[in-house]
């Protein structure tokens, strides 16, 4: 089993990039909670992975700051409404939410390194399998954003 505290990146096939986290592991927010990134887990019978049922969007950070993340978060909310998917909270709590999950994991990185900021959210798991599952999911994770110079 990989160490949930290594983070393996290849910037290209030839040349892995891999890292040990400074704090321990990120944490994420996942259908209400905050839980270490390795043990956040969807459902096989969740809809985005049944029917590719799920809105996404990625936002980045420059110099540790979320660029335009009202933007990407107005873009991901009415995504939500076509689709008919209720996130559960405003866009003002997501906003504060994303925040909140940044702040969180920049101790398990150096203050140089910039992030992927996802926001996930689908309709959960499917109808009739709903019993063993949730009505809605809503991952929001971070992942590194590393630029690397290949010479």
């Known amino acids: 089993m990989a160490d949930p505290d290594v983070v393996v990146e290849s910037a290209t096939q030839q040349q892995p990039v891999e890292r040990r986290l ?11 909670k905050f839980v270490p ?13 049944m029917y590719g049922s799920m809105a996404f969007e990625m936002t ?3 110099n540790g700051k979320p ?8 873009r991901l ?8 998917i209720d996130p559960g909270m405003t866009i003002d709590e997501m906003e504060a939410l ?6 969180s994991n920049k101790p398990t990185e150096g203050a140089d390194v910039d992030w992927q900021i996802m926001h996930d959210v689908s309709r959960g798991t499917m109808g009739i399998y709903q ?7 809503l991952f929001l994770s971070l992942s590194l954003s590393l630029s690397l110079s290949l010479s």
């Open 131 to 137: 019993s063993i599952g949730c009505s809605l999911s």
């Open 98 to 103: 994303t925040l909140e999950v940044l702040e």
């Open 22 to 32: 400074h704090g321990g592991s990120r944490t994420v927010y996942f259908n209400g």
């Open 37 to 49: 990134e390795h043990e956040a887990r969807v459902s096989i019978f969740d809809e985005a992975l």
């Open 77 to 84: 909310y009415a995504s939500l409404k076509m689709m008919q």
């Open 67 to 74: 660029f335009c993340l009202r933007e990407h978060l107005v």
């Open 60 to 62: 980045r950070t420059y």
